[in-house]
């Protein structure tokens, strides 16, 4: 997937373009979700993906996910929670 593969996916939920940063290969996205601001991160090199989002009873996490394909970016898009036994997460 190519950068402009991402951000048109990305702008198909409604993320919106935060970041792109060239010399280390992330593009960010940003939205509101449950009134607090949720973020992605995608290291396009690699394709490991990060979530940094406000979990319920954990507060502001973020979760990885590496090796990420075109579907389950589309699945990340759509719910930046969803798990996919492919990361893992900290606080």
């Known amino acids: 997937m190519n950068d402009q593969q991402l951000i048109n996916m990305a702008k198909q939920h409604d993320w919106i373009l935060h970041d792109i940063q060239e010399n280390i290969g992330l593009i960010s996205f940003v939205k509101i979700i449950d009134n607090d601001q949720a973020r992605i991160n995608v290291y ?13 009873s954990k507060g502001k996490t973020q979760l990885f996910r590496k090796n990420v394909d ?3 970016m589309n699945k ?9 036994c492919k990361g893992y997460h900290t606080k």
């Open 76 to 84: 990340i898009f759509k719910n930046p929670r969803i798990h996919t």
């Open 70 to 72: 075109q579907k389950l």
């Open 44 to 56: 396009i090199t690699k394709m490991t993906v990060g979530s940094c989002i406000n979990h319920p």
